[in-house]
């Protein structure tokens, strides 16, 4: 059966315009067909804030109790001890100018980019390579800091980073199929709090929107925001 008749499959098995209670959503999306692979579990949130307004746009990291699941590779932009404490904190890549050159040459195998401060200005250079993927270093998402051991012990052990898009809805990995309903609602309940904990002062009126959950090939599932 390729993709589209399991979506298509799945998709019948249960009211997809219905919300769901949290727990009862999760256990529909752990109900649905398998992919052949132990599936992401992904929540999206539609959030009451103006995307075009610099003020109102969410970046930042949360730390999910349960864990993302995945084994997260690291490059870390740093030299002297910084690199040192890096490599000793389990970073896959470490380097300054050669790590510029390998990514220049079409490395990306890694999947969150930490840098020292006094790297930015290196690493500026992979604008055009690591921007549109969302790999750029930043303050905001703790991925430029002078702890860099403390980064990567963090995001090896389940931080992950989450930011509005340009129609105001976030998008962030809970876990895995194979996690238990309690271990995804753990998760799913720390993302929420981290989004009610930094929600913009200027954004008015109803906050959250709309809450999803889904699998990586499986359809939506909506989400009461108040069973979570």
């Known amino acids: 059966m390729n993709n589209g008749k399991r979506y298509s499959d799945a998709a019948r098995r249960y009211d997809r315009q219905r919300v769901h209670d949290a727990v009862e959503g999760l256990g529909v999306v752990k109900g649905l067909p398998s992919a052949g692979f132990d599936e992401t579990v ?24 349960s864990g993302t699941g995945k084994q997260v590779r690291v490059a870390v932009f740093a030299a002297g001890e910084a690199a040192i404490a890096a490599r000793d ?6 380097g300054d100018n050669d790590l510029v050159e390998e990514i220049s040459g079409g490395m990306m195998d890694f999947d969150v980019a930490i840098a020292t401060p006094d790297m930015m200005p290196l690493v500026g250079r992979l604008g ?20 860099v051991a403390k980064a990567v012990a963090d995001f090896k052990g389940g931080r992950v980073g989450y930011r509005t898009d340009r129609q105001g809805n976030v998008h962030v990995p809970i876990g895995k199929v194979s996690f238990s309903t309690e271990a995804l609602m753990d998760n799913l309940r720390t993302v929420m709090e981290e989004l009610n904990r930094v929600r913009p002062p200027a954004a008015k009126g109803r906050y959250v929107h709309k809450v999803t959950i889904s699998s990586t090939m499986g359809p939506p599932v909506k989400i009461d925001p108040g069973s979570i």
């Open 42 to 65: 992904d929540m999206a949130v539609g959030l009451g804030v103006d995307p075009r307004r610099s003020e109102q746009m969410l970046r930042g990291t949360v730390s999910l109790p």
């Open 89 to 94: 904190a389990g970073a896959d890549h470490v």
């Open 128 to 147: 055009r390579t690591l921007g549109p993927r969302g790999l750029m270093p930043n303050p905001k998402s703790g991925t430029v800091t002078t702890d």
